[in-house]
């Protein structure tokens, strides 16, 4: 949808020169695989603020309005136009205008050239005031709302040159008294953003085998920018799909009910093999090898006391953050379960190709965005099977000093579940969530 930029800074700079605010406009483009992919839908969160807005194909443009605190109104601090639904929209949408106190407000759409096609001049009561517009032949619009020295502008896509309806309309459907405007959960939909925050906003797609895919991207928006997602196959976890622990970020991947971890754990203080990790209140880590860089990409590598933080509970949180846990015996059963059993399980949570697991990588398709890579482990003095195999511990004890994990190899596609070598052995961790 670039062939709108130009409309959007026309208004945006028509804006800004109005009431003293600036614009930044985010522009979205999605790869697979080195090759360009259909953005389905872009879920944009302003971390700073606690609020969020969602674009669908074709719409992959968000114009932001960037309000200078110093030339806010007091008064109207909360003054906000949410997301018009649907959106894209055929015929009919609608949209609120949040104001926190009685004020007389113009409300007025453009067309994507900047004609005005409707207008709307009234005192509005304090709420959630209700409109619905009615499109007419173009395929984008702009909503723009101004009460004293507060204005909000929000976009609005429709469908389709074949469904015409006629002459623009604009119409007032009452309020609702309350200010708190709701999208879901606990997200405010009306977006609004300032010079200094910081968003997370989320890509979704489908590769060319028609898998659901996703990437995340993180930003503090300064200027114009083109942003590039690099799709990976599986979605994140919509409660939470990316946190951070102990100074790292992780990303979440939601494989049927559960919410896992996508990267291995990486927490903790590094130390050599040759030290037994020890109950001193301090996470620590091997790394392959001795060598750091291996635990930056492949996580760290963890004894079971260790990576239970020295609880002998399964589903225990151990080295997980808050609201996670390490996986029970059940919880990975599940997993395995959901994809096949034993003896296919493997591939569709194993990283596709060669860049890290050597030849052959037997069944690996990654289909679920799982993403384990080949960490190795360490045991009896040594360090053994590095892009070859990974272990995962599970939170179940088993007997004595055994407890259960999985096995991924680089010849088969299987998950394999067994305890056999002692909880001394170092093996690497995955997060799931409580």
Request: proline share 4%; charged share 20%.
């Amino acid at each position: 949808m670039r062939k709108y930029l130009s409309a959007i800074s026309l208004l945006c700079l028509t804006t800004a020169t109005a009431i003293g605010q600036s614009h930044i406009t985010l522009t979205f483009t999605s790869a697979f695989d080195g090759s360009y992919v259909k953005t389905d839908s872009i879920l944009v969160e302003n971390i700073s603020k606690g609020c969020d807005t969602l674009l669908r194909f074709p719409d992959t443009v968000l114009a932001l309005e960037v309000v200078s605190g110093i030339q806010k109104n007091e008064i109207m601090d909360h003054f906000a136009i949410t997301q018009n639904q649907p959106n894209p929209f055929s015929k009919v949408t609608t949209f609120s205008v949040v104001v926190p106190l009685k004020a007389n407000v113009d409300i007025f759409i453009l067309d994507h050239s900047g004609r005005k096609v409707a207008l709307l001049s009234r005192e509005l009561p304090a709420g959630k005031n209700l409109f619905t517009f009615s499109g007419g032949t173009d395929l984008v619009y702009f909503i723009a709302a101004s009460a004293g020295k507060s204005s909000r502008v929000m976009k609005m896509v429709r469908t389709g040159w074949d469904e015409v309806t006629g002459n623009e309309k604009l119409d007032y459907n009452g309020v609702i008294t309350s200010t708190e405007v709701t999208k879901s959960g606990n997200h405010k939909s009306s977006f609004s953003f300032s010079a200094g925050d910081s968003l997370r906003m989320t890509g979704y797609g489908m590769t060319p085998l028609q898998f659901r895919s996703s990437d995340i991207l993180f930003d503090r928006p300064a200027r114009d920018t083109l942003l590039l997602f690099e799709l990976k196959e599986g979605i994140p976890c919509p409660v939470e799909p990316a946190l951070f622990h102990e100074g790292k970020c992780y990303t979440t991947r939601l494989i049927g009910d559960q919410c896992w971890f996508r990267e291995n754990v990486n927490a903790g203080i590094r130390i050599d093999a040759n030290v037994s990790q020890s109950d001193n209140g301090i996470i620590e880590k091997y790394c392959y090898n001795n060598n750091p860089v291996n635990c930056d990409v492949y996580g760290g590598l963890y004894q079971w006391y260790e990576a239970m933080q020295y609880s002998n509970q399964q589903g225990t949180r151990g080295i997980c953050p808050e609201g996670w846990h390490l996986p029970t015996d059940g919880e990975w059963n599940i997993l395995s379960n959901l994809l096949g059993g034993e003896t296919s399980a493997g591939g569709p949570i194993k990283e596709a190709g060669y860049e890290h697991w050597i030849q052959p990588n037997t069944g690996a398709t990654d289909s679920t965005g799982f993403c384990a890579l080949p960490a190795g482990m360490y045991f009896d003095n040594g360090f053994h099977h590095f892009r070859t195999n990974i272990e995962y511990w599970s939170s179940t004890n088993s007997y004595g000093p055994y407890a259960w994990y999985r096995i991924l190899y680089n010849n088969n596609a299987q998950l394999v579940r067994t305890n056999y070598y002692e909880k001394t052995t170092a093996r690497s961790v995955r997060c799931i969530r409580d």
